[in-house]
């Protein structure tokens, strides 16, 4: 157990909350136990016996509120996956996540540099396309031969290997395939990634606030599931029917014990958290 790392974690947490606070966002509480959560491939929600899942993220009922009328929202705290274990993986982690109405990607991406300027987190962010990453780290454009497969591995293999000697990074624009709940414009998916000394932190979206494409995206990320062999999810046609109210909105989620391991120099994460 990792005391100092327990402490210097509450002061990080401390000091997102006071950033989004003088931003002039509300934080926010939604469920932890799901009836329908997203379907998304290889993200795996835990069944609760009594029924519903286990969240993996406060997405969809963040967007809720954003359809109700509310303009600038966060909220920080547990999110869980199956079968993810590892020095930055564990079953259940926290999430710190924000949503904007009227904002696009970009402004969320100040918001991220704002956020890790205030935290005291010096990484100069530069920012790589998906398309100018693969052609230099992996040697092939997505656009031009789409291999999904190929794809997932070159990130892992190639892709972020090599963003581990570049400090801070938005990884943006990414194939319309990786989109599920993204707009594209423009033959892109409007979606960033941000790396810091190569490791994912953050998930960022201009957000799809179009019912019927969003149905259609959900409805394929089912059908891949099952064609998978994963856990078949209800969608939540509630929240398909008001997002079409948000008009336009862009939101982040920032894995929280990744950001403290980062800053703290802690090596697992479990080193991160108060013990399970």
Not at 72 to 97: K, S, V, W
Not at 172 to 198: H, K, M, N, Q
Not at 242 to 270: E, Q
Request: charged share 30%; aromatic share 8%; glycine share 8%.
């Amino acid at each position: 157990m990792n005391i100092d790392a327990i402490v210097g974690r509450t002061r990080i947490i401390r000091g997102i909350r006071k950033f989004f606070d003088e931003a002039g966002f509300v934080e926010v509480d939604t469920a932890v136990r799901l009836e329908a959560p997203a379907p998304e491939c290889n993200i795996d929600c835990p069944p609760v016996s009594t029924g519903g899942f286990l969240r993996a993220s406060p997405e969809l009922q963040m967007k809720k509120l954003l359809a109700a009328g509310m303009e600038r929202i966060y909220q920080i705290g547990p999110c869980f996956r199956d079968g993810e274990r590892g020095a930055r993986h564990n079953p259940e982690f926290t999430m710190l996540e924000w949503y904007r109405r009227g904002a696009t990607y970009r402004d969320i991406a100040d918001d991220m540099r704002g956020l890790l300027a205030s935290l005291g987190v010096d990484c100069a962010p530069v920012t790589m396309s998906v398309r100018d990453a693969y052609l230099r780290f992996a040697g092939w454009d997505p656009w031009e031969r789409p291999d999904h497969d190929r794809f997932d591995v070159d990130m892992a293999t190639k892709i972020e290997p090599a963003l581990k000697t570049m400090g801070g990074v938005f990884l943006t624009d990414y194939p319309p395939d990786c989109a599920s709940l993204a707009i594209v414009r423009d033959g892109v998916a409007e979606r960033w990634e941000f790396y810091l000394d190569g490791v994912e932190l953050a998930n960022c979206f201009t957000e799809l606030c179009d019912p019927a494409e969003q149905l259609r995206r959900f409805r394929r990320e089912g059908d891949e599931r099952s064609r998978l062999g994963e856990s078949d999810y209800p969608i939540d046609m509630d929240f398909i029917e008001c997002i079409g109210k948000i008009g336009s909105a862009s939101g982040v989620a920032l894995g929280v014990d990744r950001l403290v391991m980062s800053m703290l120099g802690v090596k697992t994460i479990s080193d991160a958290r108060a013990p399970l």
